[in-house]
């Protein structure tokens, strides 16, 4: 029976749910094993052969994702496999701690298919191009990465031709300065001394780095730094290997933009909604304040989709939100929730008051004509409004409520607001 040769992969996460999610993306590509606990996972990594990559969920019970990677790179056998970290954490106090411990990468949770391939796929090329880095000088002549090569002092000794591709200039022009002559500015000197601090503890640093080409143009390149030891333990060398990553950082940007917002509006979505609207609700509950969620409809809507057709409704959808921006504060949150519908989040209230008055802009605001392809057309909206902590104190029954309070305004007439109350719903609950 054939070898299979392909990378093996570790997958670490204690919810199975999570592990059949990253089996399902990978497994077509890689051979994997999985682990529900860090002790599974570690007992895994001891075993002949090594993985060559770990995907590792830092929340874990018992022992967590950060002491499983220090074990990992405590081990000559994993101290340099590449290690990704599965977070919902996306703190910077969080990115540091595991930088500092050696990770190589973070993915935020929910997990991003084609991301999470590009990535895992990224970092195994580079493992095996670090590798074949020490044995071949010809790896660095045809390497698709850039690499530089300093002395201790940073002065650069040597670079290969795709750094030369990539930033545009030639060696001659490079060789001798430091790297900071292509430094595009955009990271203060505490991003240097994290840096720096983690090369001097853990002998290498990865991570993302914006810089500036010879023509002044600025690109963000991925970007790992290793120091080079000879057999004294002296310090001989630093080496860095990049990859231009804007074309990655472009399709994750429109990745999450079409994850959280709106393709017709622009506006978020009801995904990105609600989690505002739950952070909200933690930051309330902590500092016992008041905020507003808020639900509309259009009225007539549909006639305009029935007389003038589906682009016609589009277009007016898309003026509709900026109307609906303009109505409110930076602060707070409008969203589509799908079809005519729209959801607004008023941040920090101090009284009632105050949300009554956003939506009676909103209500005069989409009351005025729109011009849409050449008609004159005229809506309106019915909007239901329900109060932190009064009406509800989660994101469920702060829009259900809501959605009620608008069938409400629609009864009473359309063109109007109503606040939540328990007396026109006695059943509601």
């Known amino acids: 029976m ?206 993302e780095v914006w810089d500036r080409r010879k023509d002044g143009s600025e690109f963000p390149k991925w970007l790992s730094i290793t120091a080079i030891y000879n057999n004294a333990g002296e310090l001989t060398n630093y080496v860095g290997v990049f990859s231009d990553i804007s074309v990655l950082k472009t399709a994750e940007e429109n990745l999450q933009r079409m994850a959280f917002y709106d393709a017709l509006t622009d506006l978020p979505n009801r995904t990105l909604y609600r989690d505002r609207v739950e952070q909200e609700l933690a930051v309330s509950h902590r500092n016992n304040l008041r905020f507003a969620v808020i639900f509309l409809d259009l009225d007539r809507f549909k006639a305009v989709n029935d007389t003038l057709g589906h682009d016609a409704g589009d277009e007016l959808l898309r003026l509709v939100a900026r109307r609906l921006r303009g109505s409110i504060r930076e602060s707070d949150t409008v969203a589509r929730q799908g079809g005519d519908e729209f959801m607004a989040l008023l941040r920090d209230l101090r009284q009632r008051e105050d949300a009554a008055s956003v939506a009676a802009n909103i209500v005069e605001a989409l009351q005025r004509p729109f011009e849409v392809f050449g008609h004159r057309i005229e809506i309106g909206t019915s909007i239901g409004i329900a109060i932190y902590p009064e009406h509800g104190r989660d994101f469920d029954a702060l829009s259900r409520h809501a959605d009620m309070a608008m069938y409400q305004a629609k009864h009473a007439g359309r063109g109007t607001f109503r606040f939540y109350s328990e007396s026109d719903f006695p059943l509601a609950e």
């Open 2 to 207: 054939e070898h299979d040769t392909r990378p093996l992969l570790l997958l670490v996460d204690d919810v199975p749910t999570n592990l059949h999610v990253l089996v399902s993306i990978l497994q077509r590509e890689y051979r994997l094993k999985t682990a529900t606990s860090g002790r599974q996972a570690l007992e895994i990594a001891a075993r002949k052969e090594t993985p060559d990559l770990v995907l590792l969920d830092i929340m874990m019970p018992e022992m967590d994702g950060h002491l499983v990677l220090q074990s990992l790179r405590a081990a000559p056998a994993t101290r340099d496999v590449p290690v990704i970290f599965l977070t919902a954490d996306t703190s910077n106090e969080a990115e540091v701690q595991g930088l500092e411990e050696g990770v190589d990468d973070f993915l935020t949770k929910p997990i991003v298919a084609p991301v999470l391939r590009a990535r895992v796929k990224a970092h195994l090329q580079r493992r095996q191009m670090e590798k074949q880095l020490q044995l071949s000088d010809q790896i660095l002549k045809n390497t698709l990465e850039g690499i530089v090569i300093t002395d201790p002092e940073t002065r650069i000794l040597d670079v290969n031709p795709a750094y030369c591709r990539m930033m545009g200039y030639e060696a001659a022009e490079i060789i001798g300065k430091t790297p900071k002559v292509t430094s595009s500015g955009r990271h203060d000197a505490d991003f240097y001394r994290e840096m720096w601090s983690s090369i001097d503890r853990n002998g290498r640093w990865v991570g």
